[in-house]
């Protein structure tokens, strides 16, 4: 059985921002509209083709197989020391993680490089620039990772970021504001 990622994290969630009476009002109102024009089009023969298990976002799920990586939460390496971390914005290194081990994915050679999750440590996190409001689970999140002859910078969810955190047991380093950096 699958559970859902933000259930499993060791991290403090997020909390989800309230919305005022009149935003609700309106979600709501939005809401009732889009299912009167679904069923309206499907009572015409119109039916959207395709699958409709995406209107209601799901969060990530964690795999049956630990072994497995969650495919919703790679985090992008941005930058960093290796020769590697230096590619172009279209085909950059992702950081996978699953409970028995963290690698890079080089895009367009095939090849991986592995991290040593026991000496990896989160140096800092910090809101990613131009991310403003409340820290959310989707919230865009910068951070700095170094082991022995290693550092790097991901970018990913919080969500992503707190993953990786829960699997290599990094303590909780608290909610980032936005334009504030948490050391370690």
Known sequence: ??????????????????????????????????????????????????????????????????????AELPCVVVGGSPSWAAATAADRPRLWATAPRFWVELPGTGGDVEVDRATLALRSLAVAPGQEGPVTLDTRCDATLAAPGLEIVVQGSWLAVAWLGHLAGWRDPGLPEPGTAVGR
Do not use: K, N, Y
Request: hydrophobic fraction near 40%.
């Open 1 to 70: 059985m699958t559970s859902r990622v933000q259930d499993a994290i060791s991290w403090r969630r997020p909390r989800r921002q309230r919305r005022g009476a009149r935003a609700s009002a309106g979600a709501a109102t939005g809401l009732v509209r889009a299912a009167v024009d679904l069923a309206m089009s499907i009572a015409s023969g119109d039916a959207p083709a395709g699958d409709l298990s995406g209107l209601a976002a799901e969060p990530p799920r964690v795999p049956r197989d630990p072994a497995q990586p969650v």
